[in-house]
């Protein structure tokens, strides 16, 4: 299913999905996967399966308000906002708890030495200070700013064979942020996440939103009442803010919104020799 739906030609190499499934222990379950993988957290994906819902008239004002969503990373539950006249605003995730991974790992890269900071929240992301390399976060630099982040994710991960507990673990992706001052306990930042060759998020990126969060309020930079606000490149944004503290891991509510594209059906032909279609690099 993910060839024939993500790849070419009927998807890009930067398309996401998310596949709907029973659960045991949540009101549904997700299986969200990329183009080249699966993946165990999505919180763009995760907002917009609530605006499909309410879409397709499964959730409505007035009756539900909230559902929960088993995931691969674990349980996580949304909030429903509504319009007056009952159409869908928003939703509000509860993210799985989130954490800073360690220490910063310092790395000497193809574009000098440069200090990442790994969280955990959901997937472990890069946090990476694009001002530090000089990298303009704007659209007519984003050939740049993707490759750049395509080989930065690769030397960054080849660096965690030097520590022992990242040793087993994945990457999901470089988060490059481009912050505003502090403001009364809050901040804002533009950010932008890669994740390989060509391919970036659109959207501010949820459960990058939450990494961003999480390692703002361990540097006290976030104050309790606070909020984070992320743009993405287009302008569009979400905003976090502390749910809850527990054991250490921080619970972010993600605010965002989403926006119904099209209702459409793929076709198959048997004779299709592109079946599980295919991915071109340039």
């Not at 949304?78 to 310092?106: Q, T």
């Not at 690769?154 to 990242?166: G, H, M, P």
Request: charged content about 20%; some cysteine.
């Amino acid at each position: 299913l993910k060839g024939i739906w993500l790849t070419e030609p009927r998807g890009t190499v930067s398309a996401f999905g998310l596949l709907l499934v029973p659960s045991q222990v949540a009101d549904y379950g997700a299986i969200f996967m990329g183009t080249s993988s699966y993946e165990e957290m999505c919180g763009h994906g995760t907002i917009g399966l609530a605006a499909t819902l309410a879409a397709l008239g499964t959730l409505q004002a007035g009756r539900d308000d909230s559902f929960t969503l088993e995931v691969p990373a674990g349980v996580v539950s949304v909030k429903i906002l509504w319009n007056e006249d009952g159409s869908f605003r928003g939703a509000k995730l509860y993210n799985v708890p989130s954490y800073v991974y360690g220490d910063p790992l310092v790395v000497d890269t193809t574009f000098g030495r440069i200090t990442a900071d790994l969280v955990h929240s959901g997937m472990i992301y890069a946090l990476v200070d694009a001002r530090k390399l000089s990298l303009a976060l704007d659209p007519d630099n984003l050939p740049t700013v993707v490759d750049t982040g395509a080989k930065l994710k690769e030397e960054i991960f080849a660096a965690f064979s030097t520590r022992e507990d990242l040793k087993s673990q994945g990457l999901h992706g470089v988060l490059f942020y481009e912050e505003e001052p502090d403001n009364d306990g809050s901040c804002t930042s533009k950010h932008v996440l890669v994740v390989g060759p060509e391919a970036y998020d659109r959207s501010p990126c949820g459960t990058g939103t939450a990494a961003r969060l999480t390692y703002l309020i361990q540097q006290g930079r976030i104050k309790e009442g606070g909020a984070y606000r992320a743009f993405n490149l287009h302008g569009s944004n979400f905003t976090a803010r502390l749910a809850k503290i527990e054991d250490g891991k921080i619970t972010a509510e993600v605010e965002g919104t989403a926006h119904i594209m099209a209702f459409s059906n793929l076709v198959v032909e048997k004779t299709d020799p592109f079946v599980q279609g295919f991915r071109s690099r340039f």
